[in-house]
């Protein structure tokens, strides 16, 4: 008998079907009003690492993010890499929550941000990160710039969709970064030269990415145990969103509202697609109210289908 078991793919399979190792990157960009907002990412790797006229990265994304609206209409970002301490992870946590806007994230930020070295404007960076990437969005390849078009779409953007740079599907982004400039503290880059040692590396954590509803998981440097950091619970919107959204939602379906005390949780981004998404399993199930009984019957057989 094999020593394996099949795991079923299923949607953010990184994340929900394996146990998939990621880099923390806290990525700087411009909003409209010029300032610097900061959002959490892992999804971000080397693309063109040899033989081409440039070296780049590859982020994917949420399309309706800040930092994907802004890369669409400013083409530049700086990919900060964290150190490994609690306080910073948190913060980047709380920074990774969908659907604020970049002053409510910015208000209370605890990373000091000062300025990069590349030319022309660009967002601050981190003055805390052990390495940042300051980038610049290669918008030529696949016509990447007709996404600019959907700037401000947030609801999702209709097909058709390009395969790897620019809007890939309704919620999705990736994006191309040419690498202007990569910066380091002293000590680590006078190690990279110097051949490495064991004692050479800077503390970095392991992501793990986003489980169970309401935890983000990672490896602290020198762990022997992965350490989770739960999403705040001020995070969580009020009934009232909840009652707004569903009340105009394109269905026959009434959501009560102790149904939609239960929907609280749910991201701003994500919450017109999630309702209408239980809306579609209720009429299938002939049930026309949604009540608390029926939310969690719903809920069953929406993780039943995952
Ligand atoms: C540690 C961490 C890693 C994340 N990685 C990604 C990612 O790779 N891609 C993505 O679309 N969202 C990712 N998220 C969720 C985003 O941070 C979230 O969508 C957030 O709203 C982005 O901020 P922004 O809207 O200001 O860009 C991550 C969140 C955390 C906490």
Known sequence: MSKYKEVKVVDNFYQNSLFFPMPTVAITTLDEKGMTTVGAYSLVFPYYIAGKDY???????????????????????????????????????????????????????????????????RPLILEDAYQVIECTWDDQLEDGFKAKEHIGELEGVQPPYNNFNGITSKFGCHFILKIDKILM??????????????????????????????????????????????????????????????E??????????????????????????ALTQIAQIAEQNGIMIIDKEAAIKIAELRKKSK
């Open 248 to 273: 105009r939602l394109d269905t026959k379906v009434k959501f009560t509202k102790e149904a939609c005390e239960m929907y609280t949780k749910i991201p701003r981004p994500f919450m017109k697609a």
């Open 55 to 121: 070296y780049a990265m590859i982020l994917e994304c949420r399309n309706s993010s800040n930092t994907a609206q802004n890369i669409l209409r400013t083409g530049k970002c700086a990919l900060n890499f964290i150190k490994d301490d609690r306080k910073s992870f948190k913060e980047l946590v709380r920074l990774g929550f969908p659907g604020k806007t970049p002053d409510e994230k910015m208000k209370d930020c605890k990373f000091n941000l000062i300025k990069g070295e590349a030319e022309g404007e």
């Open 185 to 246: 503290i002293d000590k680590y880059a006078e190690n990279l030269k110097e051949g490495l040692k064991r004692n050479s590396f800077p503390k970095v954590p392991v992501d793990y990415g986003y489980h169970d509803s309401k935890n983000f998981w990672y490896m602290r440097f020198g762990g022997h145990r992965p350490v989770c950091e739960p999403i705040a619970a001020t995070n969580n919107g009020t009934v009232e969103t909840v009652m707004y959204c569903a």
